[in-house]
């Protein structure tokens, strides 16, 4: 049972989360929260109701999360939380951080569920909450079962993965699984995603504008231009002063205590600088850039003749270039007519047709008439 002096830091704790975290970090036998881990902390309490955090690889966001979620049910044991990562193993592994915590830590043990509450590493009640069909804590995969369920708190750790946005089909059904999250969580319930982009057409920036309040935290200050063009708002009110005060911090750590310049200076150096990017600055302008080499913005679209070319096609994707159709490639990617054609026509070098046979299933089979001329490659026809 917890001692008089227990149940004073405990009445402390349960005030205010940031003190909260302190204790748990102390628990776990890790040095105080660090700066940034304090903002995360209060974002966490003091956030909207729905808020995407996006921050450094390593910050230990998903610690602070599990610290929230036992803070949440340390004030009302009635609180239904659904965790889900984007796979169920790593949701599970959410839940059982938790339960450890449950065992074990003075400040929550008195959670630790009764010989007739469910326990278990998907689902699990906490002692004191009333009999209820959803469980106090329950963890899922993003494309498990959730329908049914009901929650207060929807904590959504890393539902975008490399593997769960690697095409326009998997992203699309990683859409309609969020969507589901409306029908799962109660009237004036939180939604929190955690994550990293990886994609330029991530689905944290199609969650902003569908409401949700972005708050980021990158390894690096950025630059000027960065924060225009990029962070904007979206920045971490504090980083963000801290360069309006100072704005030589620019390339700098802004948590030196977690990632000192030379521990990034080597992440970027074994990772890679597009990692790197995605990893710690959490900035996806470059992502695709060099993911996704070729763009529509690449093309030069103009009416062909089929035995004879151009003898030089002048490209430059101006905005009164843009022609007026559909984009079906990334966000802000269009089509350009040339901005200049030669004015001698001459027969093609050649003419290849390339022939992509049908597999199984619904794939089609698909071809391209393709002519070269003088380095440039001119489609003639596909289907």
């Known amino acids: 049972m917890p001692n008089d002096n227990h149940k004073q830091i405990i009445k402390e704790a349960l005030s205010s989360f940031p003190v ?3 204790h748990l970090w102390h628990f776990l036998r890790l040095p105080s929260p660090t700066p940034v881990q304090y903002q995360l902390a209060d974002y966490l309490q003091n956030g909207p109701n729905r808020r995407i955090i996006m921050a450094y690889r390593g910050c230990g966001k998903s610690f602070l999360t599990a610290g929230y979620v036992l803070w949440r049910l340390r ?3 009635d609180t239904k939380v659904l965790v889900i990562s984007a796979a169920q193993d790593r949701a ?8 450890d915590l449950l065992r074990n830590w003075f400040m929550v043990k008195d959670l630790f569920p009764s010989d007739t509450q469910r326990f278990s590493k998907v689902a699990f009640d906490v002692f004191g909450a009333k009999p209820d069909q959803s469980p106090s804590v329950r963890s899922s995969g993003i494309f498990g079962q959730i329908t049914g369920s009901r929650a207060d708190l929807i904590v959504a750790d890393d539902v975008e993965t490399p593997q769960s946005c690697e095409t326009q089909l ?3 059904k990683l859409r309609e699984s969020i969507k589901e999250f409306d029908s799962v969580i109660k009237p004036g319930g939180e939604i929190v995603f955690l994550g990293t982009p990886h994609t330029q057409d991530s689905i944290y920036a199609k969650l902003e504008l569908a409401g949700y309040s972005p708050r980021i935290w990158p390894a690096l200050y950025p630059t000027a231009a960065k924060l225009k063009n990029y962070y904007g708002d979206r920045l971490a009110p504090k980083i963000l002063s801290d360069l309006k005060e100072d704005s030589s911090l620019a390339g700098h750590p802004t948590d030196s205590g977690r990632f000192g310049w030379e521990e990034l200076e080597a992440r970027q150096e074994s990772i890679g600088r597009s990692t790197f990017n995605l990893q710690f600055l959490l900035d996806i302008s470059l992502s695709d850039e060099e993911r996704y080499p070729l763009k529509l913005m690449d093309l030069c679209v103009f009416r062909l003749n089929r035995e004879q070319g151009p003898d030089k096609v002048i490209w430059m ?13 990334l966000h802000g990617d269009l089509f350009y007519k040339p901005a200049q054609i030669g004015s001698e026509f001459i027969e093609y070098t050649g003419v290849v047709l390339a022939i992509d046979p049908s597999g199984k299933g619904s794939d089609e089979l698909g071809y ?3 002519a070269y001329l003088n380095g ?3 489609l003639l026809a596909s289907g």
């Open 20 to 22: 909260f975290a302190t």
């Open 170 to 172: 998997i992203r699309d």
């Open 75 to 77: 004030k009302n044991p």
């Open 92 to 99: 599970d592994a959410f839940s059982v951080f938790c339960h």
């Open 368 to 370: 391209a008439v393709v």
């Open 376 to 378: 440039n490659l001119f």
């Open 317 to 329: 994707a101006n905005g009164d270039k843009a022609l007026d159709l559909p984009s079906v490639g």
